[in-house]
């Protein structure tokens, strides 16, 4: 309450909002976030006879947070979805009602103990009861200072856009529709703050726009609605960040390692590994968090790259060296984040691993994809080294490819490498270091999700088969695309296409390959909710298991929004 206060006071002198802005510009997004977030609390959190906690007091509070949060600009671009007057209404309401209990009090006060004043409740409940239910005194924002204020309209219109893919979504086709407004205010706040301050670590080989720039800070805001924002607004922010860095270490890869060391990726297996075990101690820099560049020239890890000739057209290849400087900052950066340090070692030890499991997953699909590309290739009596070198890709095949190298079944494909490939795995550890961090000392001293042999067998359970789930949903939405650059998707397994010519009866392979795909993520998804409900009991941790399924459904909404749209960007 205190704290909308502030805010209202604060922007309410436009003279003084400058000035602090300019002391630190990321007040401008973070403030305008911070409001939001605790909007979304606090309707959350309001009963169905207006109140909160059935309690005069406390609804009142709650009445003055909501009439301040009224007057703030990025609470006004949000016009009716903001539904502060009627919640305003309704806990004015539940106060007239119960006109004796004004002056009760709760425990709320603290000084050597906890305390209660009748007084000072029955001043707060005359305070709330007179506010207007739709206040017309809301802050001037008009001319130059509008913009310190307000999204610009063309990023709300885009960022709308991608809200309206996450509506026809399972998890948001019954959400109310304000939920998804708000959540796509905050995330574009938080898109500019990423712009500005998210690292800059590989150098982008990616084609064309990057679709999945809206989507990673709604994804997150969205599911933070689900859960009533539950979820501290850093922890958040600070897997937004890493989003963008899977993202851009998955464009990396893919668009530099299969292109220049695709001949030698065992070279490039050593540096993950020397560097996994190399920055999984504690650093002797200070601990990096959730900003700051990353692109500086590293001396001793650079050399001249030789050319190569693709198409006639030279092209720098990049070194061993130049490709270690860049892995070395983004592992550094998972490693050596503050919250990551603070966490327990058994999880620190943990975390390393699965990062270097997901970095090696990346590498090995990329083997799997040169193989799948040599057989088309074979197949079409071409060179594999005509295609390779080549600028223009060969054409992808019509028909339903069966990769006919395969080494593992697909099951122990999905569940392994391709799981691992998803970044899910290392991200939940990472996440779950945040959340470690971020929590009360009793509630880090029981353990966490590592507490007992039963949460850690369940934890990770549930984490298998999240990521697995993902993948197939990945490969679901990414056919195309993956037809189109020849990587080696789910469908391209013998199991999809195994006696198919005998009961296909006129259908189409892909169709019918993706609805046995769809179907089989379907049966992953009731393990994990089994998973998940065990682990409930087994924890009885309200706050760490809310983080843990806001965590599940970010994962599970991307492998949705891929089967309505491919937000991939294409690197051939």
């Not at 973070?30 to 609804?59: F, K, Y």
């Not at 709330?128 to 204020?149: C, E, M, N």
């Not at 607004?233 to 897997?239: D, G, M, P, V």
């Not at 924890?539 to 089967?563: A, C, K, P, W």
Request: charged share 20%; aromatic share 8%; glycine share 4%.
């Amino acid at each position: 309450m205190l704290l909308t206060r502030a805010f209202e006071l604060l922007f309410s002198h436009h003279q003084l909002t400058s000035a602090v802005f300019n002391l630190d510009i990321n007040l401008q997004w973070e403030i305008p976030m911070v409001a939001l977030h605790i909007l979304s609390r606090i309707l959350h959190t309001q009963g169905s006879n207006g109140s909160w906690n059935n309690d005069c007091e406390t609804t009142s509070y709650g009445v003055l947070s909501l009439a301040s949060l009224s007057k703030l600009p990025s609470i006004q671009q949000l016009g009716e979805s903001s539904k502060v007057p009627e919640a305003i209404s309704l806990g004015k309401s539940y106060l007239h009602k119960n006109r004796s209990q004004w002056g009760t009090g709760s425990y709320h006060w603290i000084g050597k103990v906890t305390y209660k004043s009748p007084v000072l409740s029955e001043a707060y409940c005359l305070a709330a009861a007179s506010v207007p239910t739709d206040s017309d005194k809301h802050i001037d924002v008009g001319g130059p200072v509008r913009q310190l204020f307000f999204v610009p309209w063309e990023v709300i219109i885009s960022m709308r856009k991608s809200g309206e893919l996450l509506a026809h979504t399972p998890m948001f086709r019954k959400t109310e529709a304000y939920k998804l407004r708000m959540a796509e205010l905050k995330a574009s706040f938080a898109m500019q703050l990423l712009d500005r301050h998210a690292p800059t670590i590989f150098p982008r080989t990616a084609k064309g726009k990057d679709k999945y720039i809206f989507f990673i800070p709604l994804v997150l805001t969205a599911c933070a609605e689900l859960h009533g924002c539950a979820v501290s607004l850093s922890s958040i922010y600070e897997i937004m960040v890493l989003s963008v860095l899977n993202f851009h270490v998955d464009e990396f890869i893919e668009g530099v390692i299969e292109r220049h060391f695709i001949d030698d990726l065992d070279s490039v297996r050593r540096v993950v590994v020397e560097l996994c075990a190399e920055l999984s101690h504690k650093p002797t820099t200070e601990p990096m968090k959730g900003e700051g560049r990353a692109d500086e020239t590293c001396p001793n890890e650079t050399q001249e790259s030789p050319e190569r000739i693709s198409n006639g057209v030279k092209e720098n290849r990049p070194s061993i060296a130049e490709v270690k400087h860049v892995l070395r900052q983004y592992v550094a950066y998972i490693l050596h984040h503050q919250d990551v340090l603070s966490s327990p070692v058994a999880m620190q030890k943990r975390l390393a691993r699965d990062l270097q499991t997901f970095l090696l997953a990346h590498l090995q699909h990329a083997e799997d994809n040169r193989r799948l590309r040599a057989q088309l290739d074979s197949s079409d009596g071409n060179s594999a080294l005509q295609h390779h070198d080549s600028q223009t890709p060969a054409a992808a095949p019509s028909h339903l490819v069966e990769y006919e190298d395969a080494t593992q079944s697909f099951y122990q494909w999905v569940r392994s490498t391709s799981a691992d490939h998803t970044s899910c795995p290392f991200s939940f550890f990472f996440f779950n270091c945040i959340t470690y961090a971020s929590s009360s000392p009793a509630k880090q001293a029981r353990g966490g999700i590592l507490a007992s042999s039963r949460t850690a067998y369940l934890a990770e359970d549930a984490c298998r088969h999240l990521a697995t789930t993902c993948r197939m949903y990945n490969d679901l939405g990414s056919t195309a695309r993956d037809a189109d650059e020849r990587n080696l998707n789910s469908t391209n397994f013998p199991e999809f296409s195994a006696h198919h010519s005998l009961h296909s009866n006129g259908v189409d392979s892909r169709a019918k390959a993706k609805e046995d795909l769809l179907w089989l993520a379907r049966y992953e998804e009731k393990g994990l909710a089994m998973a998940l409900d065990l682990l409930e009991e087994e924890l009885r941790d309200d706050n760490l298991m809310s983080h843990l399924r806001f965590f599940v459904n970010v994962t599970e909404l991307y492998g949705q929004i891929y089967v309505l749209k491919d937000v991939g960007t294409r690197t051939q």
